[in-house]
């Protein structure tokens, strides 16, 4: 689609302090009032990694700033993990023989009340890449049917229109998240093989769409391991800023999914620690102090404990990477990708109340839906 | 003929353009805007516009102020 | 031109915008206009009196070079009366600049933002550079620079009130949030004022009261250029920042170390 890369992609001037900041540089960046892409640069470097404990408590401090001692919850729901595209590293890709399935809106409904009687208010709704049988119609309805059960549902999608989100926003859907899993389009290119997934542009420039269509925030991210990770940060942090600018009532959050080992082949080109993961988020909330941090169940028990609240604000819970796994005991399809925290939502809770911080299952966002969201769609 | 200039009597001399009433006023056209009858005329407009008669005229410059 | 000051499509040198109103006599408050290096330099709309030719200000200020009048449309009580005062404007001084102040409330003179929100939407449709005075409310920034206006101009008090920055954590918000120049307008009281609001990443400021009720107002004027030039170099220069001390109580990264695997 569209040739020409926006100017924020390039984060070239910015490299030399990602790369080599100093101490005094880190120092300052800490103490900058308005931090800005300048500051965020630095706190990447390997002498803001040398301070990570500094970084960490700043980190804190700001989260109990913006977020108070609470952590927000979500359960991932996966729709359907049919798909035409070929990603090197997604356990759902098309030429991978796994177990496939489509939930029907019985299984839905029984998914969903599964989740709702863990205590879950907030579903994040999963599929694969655009397809007939499972395409814009099919995620608008999910949509209309878990609105009139959870107060936030999200979308984690196939790139769509402006006027495909708007139907979205219309249906109840409250958040869009996309990953650009990597700004650079020549590793973009080399992972993403075929399918509308392929079309690096395309999907650049969806949470713009997201948002011109009326959904209230996006959610972003890069999937760390499948490119060099400070380029690829430093352009998901200018993604974000820029976002902000044009849609300045739009929020904007960040994930950080990390490659992980799948049953199966993919091996990170450029593994990540989990230093360098922390880092990354500390280096985010002390740059974006009031943006929505977001960490999946893919990370260990341990890594989550310590890191809740520290940065990350939000987090999935009891989480099921299958089609179908909540209500019925054994999954109805294969897994996308390992999950480490396998922890229930009671247990979870427990720790984060032994850390002092309160797990919040809602926030109030529905109650000020307009009304054409809370009637559930009559369609089958 | 009669018109109301700045909320005053006037009587215009002239034929009813604007820059006559401007001079009989010894206001200096490119220093003045004009508004009849609460319509703001352009300077591009001044050439064809003919004042009638009770016509309400408003001729505003710029002051100290602001 | 380095460092300029950006508005509608023009670009200006000084970053010190003059109001012409309270000063004693047209001389001093020309001196004034001069010493401050003003380029852009606010005027009021009044009717013309064959009885005191004086009061016409462009004779005066057509004497100083390359000076950029802009209309204030002061006096207008609601929108429709502004737009028909900044039209009146542009026939006089012929640029598309003009300050919409709206303040219907005559103890106070807070700006109305309603009604100067939709002043400036006709101005804007209307192809003038609209520098509203504005309450200093991020959203309505943003609304007005949504809008189409040239810059935003919030006010650090009330006017008359001295009361100095009395808005400073809001003009941060609006000033990082902008993405027109912010122009700080009303309240400054003193150059040192001036100096803060350039070095918190404003882009200009509008004085008036403080230079015209000086007891040397062409001194004055001079200060707060000096004033504004040193805080916007400041800000150029990269402020050291306040130093802060981040106790950590117990190690929040222990929890990095089991990582094995």
């Known amino acids: 689609m569209s040739t020409a890369l926006p100017f924020w992609l390039d984060v070239s001037r910015w490299l030399p302090l990602a790369r080599g900041a100093d101490r005094r540089m880190v120092r300052r960046a800490l103490a900058a009032a308005e931090p800005g892409i300048r500051e965020f640069a630095i706190l990447l470097s390997p002498a803001a990694g040398a301070e990570l404990e500094v970084l960490a408590a700043h980190a804190q401090a700001l989260t109990r700033r913006h977020f108070g001692r609470t952590i927000s919850l979500y359960a991932p729901l996966y729709l359907s993990n049919y798909c035409p595209a070929e990603c090197t590293y997604c356990g759902f890709a098309s030429d991978r023989h796994v177990r496939r399935h489509k939930l029907t809106r019985a299984e839905l409904d029984s998914e969903s009340t599964a989740l709702k009687r863990l205590g879950l208010e907030e579903v994040l709704l999963l599929t694969g890449d655009r397809l007939a049988t499972a395409g814009y119609e099919f995620v608008r309805d999910g949509i209309a049917h878990s609105a009139s059960r959870f107060h936030n549902v999200a979308a984690e999608v196939f790139a769509m229109t402006e006027a495909e989100y708007a139907g979205l926003a219309a249906a109840g859907c409250t958040s869009v998240t996309l990953y650009q899993e990597t700004y650079d389009p020549t590793r973009y290119a080399l992972l993403h093989l075929s399918g509308p997934k392929a079309d690096y542009g395309w999907r650049l420039d969806a949470p713009a769409r997201a948002l011109a269509g009326g959904v209230r925030s996006v959610g972003l991210g890069v999937l760390l391991g499948l490119s060099e990770p400070v380029e690829d940060v430093l352009r998901l942090f200018r993604h974000a800023v820029w976002l902000r600018r044009q849609f300045w009532g739009g929020g904007v959050a960040i994930s950080f999914p990390r490659l992980r080992p799948q049953a199966g082949d993919y091996a990170a080109e450029f593994p990540v620690s989990e230093r360098t993961l922390a880092q990354i988020v500390f280096a985010f909330r002390i740059a974006m102090p009031e943006a929505p941090l977001v960490l999946s169940t893919r990370e260990s028990a341990r890594f989550r404990d310590g890191i809740a609240g520290v940065g990350i604000s939000k987090m999935s819970v009891a989480s099921r990477t299958t089609v179908g796994g909540y209500a019925e005991s054994t999954a109805l399809s294969s897994p996308q990708f390992e999950i480490d925290d396998r922890r229930g939502v009671e247990e979870f809770c427990a720790m984060l109340r032994a850390k002092g911080l309160q797990p919040v299952f809602k926030n109030w966002d529905a109650v000020y839906r307009e009304p054409q969201c809370q009637t559930s769609s009559a369609s089958t | ?66 | 031109m380095e460092d300029g000051l950006r508005l509608g499509d023009r670009v200006f040198r000084s970053r010190l915008l003059l109001g012409t109103g309270k000063f004693s006599s047209a001389e001093i408050m020309l001196a004034a206009v001069r010493a401050s290096g003003a380029e852009l330099v606010t005027v009021a709309l009044r009717r013309f009196n064959r009885e005191r030719p004086d009061d016409d200000i462009r004779g005066p200020l057509a004497s100083l070079d390359g000076i950029v009048l802009v209309p204030n449309t002061s006096g207008a009580m609601n929108a429709r009366e502004a737009v028909r005062a900044a039209l009146l404007g542009r026939e006089i001084t012929g640029s598309p600049f003009v300050k919409l102040e709206i303040h219907p409330n005559p103890h106070h003179l807070m700006p109305d933002p309603i009604e100067t929100y939709q002043a400036a939407l006709t101005l804007v449709r209307e192809g003038f550079f609209v520098l509203p005075y504005m309450p200093a409310d991020p959203v309505l920034a943003r609304r007005l620079e949504d809008a189409g206006c040239a810059a935003v101009m919030p006010l650090g008090s009330a006017i008359g009130s001295g009361q100095g920055l009395a808005t400073f954590s809001m003009l941060r918000m609006i000033i990082r949030d902008a993405g027109v120049p912010v122009i700080v307008d009303a309240g400054l009281r003193s150059p040192s004022e001036a100096a803060a609001v350039m070095e918190m990443g404003g882009e200009a400021v509008l004085v008036n009261s403080a230079i015209a009720a000086a007891e040397n107002p062409a001194l004055m004027a001079e200060a707060f250029a000096t004033a504004v030039k040193a805080g916007r170099q400041a800000r150029r220069a990269g402020l050291m920042p306040r130093s802060e001390t981040a106790a950590a109580t117990s190690p929040l990264t222990a929890f990095l170390a089991g990582e094995g695997a």
């Open chain 2, 1 to 66: 003929m009669n018109l109301a200039v700045n909320g005053s009597p006037h009587i215009h001399q002239g034929r009813g353009t604007v820059v006559e009433l401007l001079e009989e006023l010894k206001a200096v056209p490119a220093m003045t805007a004009i508004m009849i009858n609460g319509e703001v005329v352009r300077r591009s407009r001044w050439e064809a516009v003919r004042l009638a008669e009770g016509d309400e005229v408003e001729l505003i410059v710029a002051a100290a102020g602001g």
